[in-house]
């Protein structure tokens, strides 16, 4: 281009150009340069995944991977739940990436799609589950059906609710009446999301006299409705389950659906029981939810298919007051909320749906009929024949409780009995149901706390075991796992109150008592004091019992030694775990408290030790001291002038004995050096005595385990008799014999010649081997006074 300028322009002009392009380019570059530096500056506070130009599928794709499956430590048990997800799980999948695809369509096009694909899905489901003429809504949160239900029961009766809001409420205030036994926290979570204070909800009891205690209370409710219509309230709607979340009971739903034609309210249901209405036979309870006016289905759970949605199916006839409530939408991208279940729906076919649903209530049958024949199982179904969910729990009367209270002291002292056996078996069934779903992680056994059983096990395959694929082998080794448990649990309940009343007998330690232990019992070793301060104290304390816990975990035995639970426990305490019925607690208690004084003795002997040395060496220094002063008076003073010194002992040598001092740790005493320099040999001073063991320890067999009562019931039992006879031998050969007048004394041999022949284990091996566990000693004294004698 400069070129160009030359040729067409005169040389001035051609220089002014040059120049200016000059000019131009080095303001261009500096202003590249800032641009350049802002973007650096402004890329600083930008994450580092979303720096640069981006990355590539691969390394995102990674990073989900990681995400998902997380680190290695984590139990197989988690990663099982996401190995399940067979090709109907695939076909929901896919149903959400062509969702986000339609969406891109034309308007036309996508509204004759969505408007297909609604009305399609609506109408299956109100064909499978015996729901005519009925519409849907689709919705990923289970509660957010039941919210839009009351919003248009709140439109449908009060008229001008859409132009005066809550001030129409004001007048005539609703009332929502759900079951105590429904989901914790569904009341409140309606009342903040309708602006309705809580005194609109109305929680109704369950029966207590006759009917299943997890079932609403149909005359109490009729009384609760008739006492609000006369304070001027509105009764709105009924919150009904067929399945209730604890126990999986169904609630009297014809009954209930009279009394809400009565009173004009509107009756919902939902539950895990709505699945069997697929079924070709269902339970006359649960067949009476097809006349509600609205029921919540779950088919994610149910079918095991992931990330679809729930669906409430409702009857009203007017469409404009179900868009002002929410349960539709013009909105034709809302309708696509519906496309993964058109797509799976279809690929399970009616056969499929069906097969899922009655292979969960065959396993529900077959743990059932198992837990028939198992003793201390206590089961809470409704019904025996067709149960969906199985709810169980371990329980055993305790055989020591009086049941004829003779004074109201009594009868109080038993109600705390009774209170603390319920948290107890709260605590067992709480670790039962823990141990079944790690042993067994596909049957999806849970814990569930319901308010008159307690702490019960759950087994609930409608709403596990198309996700986790759990079979029939599974509920067998469910089983299996459950019979190995239950006689943990007995001796362990039986055990707790020998423990207690061992540990209370035993000088040092201290019983803690604490329901909530799934074990034996929990001890603490108390620290004697010196008049130490308390923290010194409770440092002391901790020290003791965390060394005490590593001694008995080196131990070779069964039992399981712990710290306790993480949070909530008690402090510087030893837990034991379960035990068996061959546990032998009085020589568990003793190991505990030997163990501690031994630890407690080291402790001490440690502590004092500094003392102990520094007393023995200024004890040593001063005897010293005084003998060089004895010394020096023995050797005179000539001997102690140099020149004079060497000359005198030169002349008339000077010989002492030399006199030093040791220190005996184990007696904490000086000690004179004479016996080394005599023997030339250093002297090991005297032996500590050996720490005391227990007895039965002693008389243990090779491989036998500690803490077992086995052992004492056959060996034992010969050994102990065979030594008696010894020793009944050898104090009647000790015993000087009773002469009559005129009769001489016999030597030993004699009197042991002239021995009874009905003790037959006196024979010569027996002599023999009482001999030979005795000192040669002991034996020649024997033999000379039965000479003497």
Not at 264 to 283: D, I, Q, R
Request: overall charge negative.
């Amino acid at each position: 281009m400069d070129a160009t300028l030359e040729k067409m322009v005169d040389p001035t002009l051609a220089e002014m150009g040059k120049n200016l392009n000059e000019a131009m380019k080095m303001l261009e570059d500096s202003q590249r340069k800032e641009e350049e530096n802002e973007k650096k500056y402004a890329r600083k506070d930008i994450p580092g995944p979303l720096q640069g130009s981006g990355q590539d599928m691969v390394s995102i794709l990674q990073l989900v991977q990681n995400l998902m499956h997380g680190e290695e430590e984590e139990e197989s048990s988690q990663a099982c739940r996401l190995q399940n997800v067979g090709e109907q799980g695939h076909m929901a999948l896919l149903g959400h990436s062509l969702a986000a695809y339609i969406s891109i369509l034309d308007k036309e096009r996508l509204r004759k799609l969505t408007t297909r694909i609604l009305s399609d899905t609506t109408l299956w489901l109100c064909r499978l589950f015996r729901y005519e003429n009925g519409s849907a809504y689709y919705h990923e949160d289970d509660r957010e059906g039941l919210l839009k239900i009351c919003r248009l029961v709140i439109h449908t009766c009060y008229e001008d609710y859409t132009v005066e809001g809550f001030n129409v409420l004001c007048n005539k205030q609703p009332v929502i009446y759900i079951s105590s036994a429904a989901r914790t926290g569904l009341g409140q979570a309606l009342c903040n999301q309708l602006g309705l204070p809580l005194s609109c909800m109305c929680h109704v009891p369950c029966n207590t006299m006759f009917g299943s205690q997890h079932q609403m209370d149909v005359a109490l409710l009729d009384r609760l409705i008739k006492d609000d219509v006369e304070c001027g309230k509105l009764p709105l709607l009924l919150v009904a389950n067929a399945g209730t979340p604890g126990a999986g009971h169904t609630d009297k739903l014809g009954r209930l659906k009279e009394l809400c034609e009565q009173y004009k309210m509107w009756l919902h249901v939902e539950g895990v029981n709505l699945a069997t209405l697929a079924l070709g036979y269902v339970s006359s309870s649960v067949l009476a939810a097809t006349k509600c006016d609205s029921m919540t289905l779950t088919l994610g759970s149910w079918l095991g298919l992931p990330a679809v949605p729930a669906v409430t199916l409702y009857k009203h006839e007017d469409p404009s007051l179900s868009l002002a409530a929410g349960l539709t939408s013009s909105q034709p991208v809302e309708k696509l909320r519906a496309l993964p279940l058109w797509l799976s729906l279809q690929y399970l076919g009616h056969d499929g749906i069906v097969e899922r649903i009655k292979h969960a209530s065959q396993l529900s049958q077959r743990l059932l009929e198992n837990l028939k024949n198992l003793d201390f199982i206590k089961t809470s179904v409704e019904d025996e024949l067709s149960s969906p969910v199985v709810v169980f729990k371990f329980f055993q009367k305790y055989l020591n409780r009086d049941q004829t209270p003779h004074a109201a002291q009594t009868s109080a002292i038993q109600h705390c009995v009774i209170s603390n056996e319920g948290h107890i078996y709260d605590t067992f069934n709480q670790w039962l149901g823990e141990q079944l779903a790690q042993l067994v992680p596909a049957s999806g056994i849970d814990v569930v706390e319901l308010e008159d059983e307690g702490t019960c096990v759950r087994f609930s395959p409608l709403m596990t075991s198309a996700v986790l694929g759990t079979e029939i082998q599974d509920v067998d080794q469910l089983v299996d796992c459950l019979k190995m448990k239950i006689p943990v649990l007995t001796s362990t309940l039986q055990l707790r109150e020998e423990f207690e009343q061992e540990v209370r007998r035993t000088v040092g330690l201290l019983y803690i008592e604490d329901l909530s232990w799934p074990g034996l019992g929990i001890v603490r070793y108390n620290y004697h004091s010196d008049g130490k301060n308390d923290d010194n104290q409770e440092k002391e304390l901790e020290k003791i019992n965390t060394e005490l816990l590593k001694k008995l975990n080196e131990l070779e035995s069964d039992l399981t030694f712990s710290l306790g639970p993480e949070f909530g426990g008690q402090k510087n305490c030893i837990y034991i775990g379960m035990v068996t019925e061959d546990l032998d607690v009085s020589e568990l208690v003793e190991t505990i408290a030997a163990t501690g004084r031994e630890i407690e003795e080291n402790s001490r002997l440690l502590e004092n030790m500094t003392e102990v040395v520094r007393k023995g060496i200024q004890e040593a220094q001063l005897q010293l001291q005084k003998a060089n002063e004895e010394r020096l008076l023995e050797e005179g003073l000539l001997r102690q002038i140099p020149v004079v010194g060497s000359v005198l002992n030169w002349f008339s040598p000077f010989q002492a004995s030399p006199k030093g001092r040791t220190f005996n740790l184990t007696a904490g005493s000086l000690e004179s050096t004479e016996s080394t320099y005599v023997s030339k040999a250093q002297g090991t001073g005297t032996t500590p005595p050996p720490t005391p063991t227990s007895s039965l320890t002693k008389q243990r067999h090779s491989g036998q385990k500690i803490f077992k009562r086995g052992f004492r019931n056959s060996d034992a039992f010969s050994e102990t008799s065979s030594v008696s006879h010894c020793d009944d031998l050898e104090k009647m050969a000790q015993r000087p014999p009773t002469l009559s007048p005129g009769q001489e004394q016999r030597p030993l041999e004699t009197l042991k010649r002239e021995l009874p022949k009905e003790v037959p284990q006196a024979t010569n091996k027996d002599t023999e081997d009482i001999q030979s566990s005795e000192s040669p000693n002991d034996c020649t004294n024997v033999e000379e006074q039965g000479n003497q004698r």
